[in-house]
């Protein structure tokens, strides 16, 4: 089985990497974009059975930091 | 004084911080590699040094912060060995919660390494007792992630409790409230992003970082 953890920084923390990506999108001329978010996506290929309390342990120690990250466990 | 330094794959001034220490203390550290689950009997001063540990996969620090050699340090941290984290080795302290908050890309996303001046906050530490309070000093960054971010409510913790060791004199990365050092709350461990080791001769065109050490010597004792 596999999940797909997608880790996004916390509304208010700073993300330069997003403001920067939206000067490059202005600079392409594309104009109407009000903000960008830059987050990571991680697939994890588990063994069948590992459960959600497994899942959600992986994310809290390593996967996301709390402090600014919030994540989101999409089972495949 | 016993001293180690803790080596990851990927740390590059880790030799910087030893003869910095071995200079002031006469005592070379030992240097401990990540995979070991104990530190040398007697370790009265652990350090965790710069670098670009693991490539800063994830994010800075954070494979690094659940390395089997961490639960010694933590361990020795709880008994109150002072634990100093310079650079990646404050990434390392923030992400294995010895110390709140964390450190972000750098707000202009460049990298900046260059000397910076920095105001002594609290001269009362294990660290900073050689420096006064409200003194400025110079020491040099080299850093993309060094932009300091915690809560509010943490920060104003952190600022209520004097563990804003060293602040940034003008905005250097971005970090919130300019904060370039803290300490926890048992003021024994420190991490900051400025490099010390790299300010104790004169050949390093300045030695505002000697002090650090000379102050960890007087608390530790040889």
Not at chain 2, 104 to 121: K, P, Q
Not at chain 2, 123 to 138: K, L, M, P, V, W
Request: charged share 20%; hydrophobic share 40%.
């Amino acid at each position: 089985m596999k999940a797909r953890i997608f880790v996004t920084l916390k509304n208010g923390v700073l993300d330069p990497q997003g403001k920067a990506i939206h000067h490059a999108l202005e600079g392409l001329g594309f104009s109407g974009v009000n903000d960008v978010r830059a987050g990571k996506l991680i697939e994890l290929d588990l063994a069948d059975g590992t459960s959600d309390a497994d899942i959600e342990a992986m994310c809290t120690k390593l996967l996301a930091n709390t402090v600014i990250e919030n994540f989101r466990i999409e089972r495949l | 004084m016993k001293s180690a330094v803790i080596v990851f794959p990927g740390s590059n001034c880790d030799r910087d911080l030893a003869v910095a220490i071995e200079q002031v203390t006469g005592r070379a550290p030992a240097m401990v590699w990540h995979r070991e689950t104990e530190l040398p009997d007697g370790t009265s001063l652990i350090a965790l040094p710069g670098g670009f540990s693991y490539g800063d996969y994830l994010r800075t620090g954070a494979i690094s912060a659940r390395s089997p050699v961490m639960d010694a340090v933590a361990r020795a941290a709880d008994r109150g060995v002072p634990v100093l984290g310079v650079c990646n080795g404050f990434q390392v302290l923030t992400e294995a919660g010895l110390l709140p908050g964390a450190l972000m890309r750098n707000a202009g996303l460049n990298f900046i390494c260059r000397d910076v001046a920095l105001t002594v906050e609290n001269a009362q530490s294990a660290f900073t007792s050689r420096y006064d309070a409200g003194e400025t000093i110079t020491i040099p960054v080299a850093h993309h992630d060094g932009n300091y971010f915690a809560d509010d409510a943490t920060l104003d913790r952190l600022e209520g409790e004097g563990r804003v060791a060293f602040r940034y004199a003008e905005a250097c990365n971005g970090s919130a409230r300019n904060i370039a050092g803290i300490l926890n709350a048992q003021g024994n461990v420190l991490g900051m992003m400025p490099h010390p080791e790299r300010k104790v001769e004169p050949a390093h065109g300045g030695t505002d970082g000697r002090r650090l050490f000379e102050g960890l010597l007087e608390t530790v004792g040889a």
